[in-house]
């Protein structure tokens, strides 16, 4: 709270991302050979590095509004759209072929001179170190008040957004909307970049076909890759 401000959760609820689930329908109940998986590590907790929004001080203003270098964070609350300056803007996934995918019942349709906006800075502080540690345990097999790491990891995000509308201490929609949708971002991009191969997503897991690496090695958004023939 602090760091970002809690948010006011019936307000943005909406805007929270739907995660990412997509099968090619055409290759159901088909025996495939040369078909991989690559599997990203960690692919929420390392969204959550860098820049994040910091509620308090937010503006709202009628209309649409894109965000900028000073407020780069906006949030629709009226359609449920979201962006961030010079990474996505969810506006845009309306055109893409995974659309039907990326949009789940709470999203509306609103005219953009209907729609209000709400701006936020980016807070002074981030997750960077406390990812970077938690992530070093989870690679050294380490537990961090004898949980494992990369149980804490995997449910950074899931506590921020609970479906209890009136959970008073997940008031960090904001965040979750932002990390979410990175991560979106991310795997659209590597859709089109590969959408004749692409047979399956499930969040941060890709099977296609094909023998050949696919995204990158990152530190934190590691690839194992796993030949099926």
Same mark, same amino acid.
């Given at each position: 709270?602090?760091?970002?401000?809690?948010?006011?959760?019936?307000?943005? *609820?909406?805007?929270?991302?739907?995660?990412?689930? *997509?099968?090619?329908?055409?290759?159901?109940?088909?025996?495939?050979?040369?078909?991989?998986?690559?599997?990203?590590?960690? /692919?929420?907790?390392?969204?959550?590095?860098?820049?994040?929004?910091?509620?308090?001080?937010?503006?709202?203003?009628?209309?649409?509004?894109?965000?900028?270098?000073?407020?780069?964070?906006?949030?629709?609350?009226?359609?449920?759209?979201?962006?961030?300056?010079?990474?996505?803007?969810?506006?845009?996934?309306?055109?893409?072929?995974?659309?039907?995918?990326?949009?789940?019942?709470?999203?509306?349709?609103?005219?953009?001179?209907?729609?209000?906006?709400?701006?936020?800075?980016?807070?002074?502080?981030?997750?960077?170190?406390?990812?970077?540690?938690?992530?070093?345990?989870?690679?050294?097999?380490?537990?961090?008040?004898?949980?494992?790491?990369?149980?804490?990891?995997?449910?950074?995000?899931?506590?921020? /957004?609970?479906?209890?509308?009136?959970?008073?201490?997940?008031?960090?929609?904001?965040?979750?909307?932002?990390?979410?949708?990175?991560?979106?971002?991310?795997?659209?991009?590597?859709?089109?970049?590969?959408?004749?191969?692409?047979?399956?997503?499930?969040?941060?897991?890709?099977?296609?076909?094909?023998?050949?690496?696919?995204?990158?090695?990152?530190?934190?958004?590691?690839?194992?890759?796993?030949?099926?023939?």
């Amino acid at each position: 709270r602090a760091a970002f401000g809690y948010c006011d959760r019936k307000l943005i *609820y909406k805007c929270v991302p739907k995660q990412l689930y *997509y099968i090619n329908e055409n290759y159901i109940g088909r025996n495939l050979k040369n078909v991989s998986k690559a599997d990203f590590s960690s /692919h929420y907790p390392a969204k959550q590095k860098g820049r994040m929004p910091d509620w308090r001080e937010h503006l709202v203003i009628e209309g649409t509004v894109p965000p900028n270098e000073k407020y780069p964070f906006a949030f629709y609350i009226g359609s449920g759209h979201s962006a961030e300056y010079g990474v996505y803007d969810t506006h845009n996934w309306l055109t893409e072929k995974l659309a039907p995918r990326l949009f789940g019942e709470r999203f509306t349709y609103v005219s953009a001179d209907k729609d209000t906006t709400i701006l936020c800075k980016a807070s002074k502080y981030n997750y960077d170190k406390v990812i970077d540690e938690l992530y070093e345990a989870k690679s050294s097999g380490k537990r961090v008040n004898d949980v494992p790491a990369k149980v804490i990891l995997n449910s950074a995000i899931g506590w921020k /957004h609970r479906k209890e509308i009136e959970c008073k201490a997940c008031m960090l929609d904001h965040i979750a909307t932002v990390v979410i949708a990175r991560a979106n971002q991310e795997m659209i991009n590597l859709y089109n970049e590969n959408s004749n191969n692409i047979l399956q997503i499930i969040v941060d897991g890709v099977i296609y076909k094909g023998k050949y690496k696919l995204g990158i090695d990152e530190k934190l958004v590691s690839l194992n890759l796993i030949t099926i023939i």
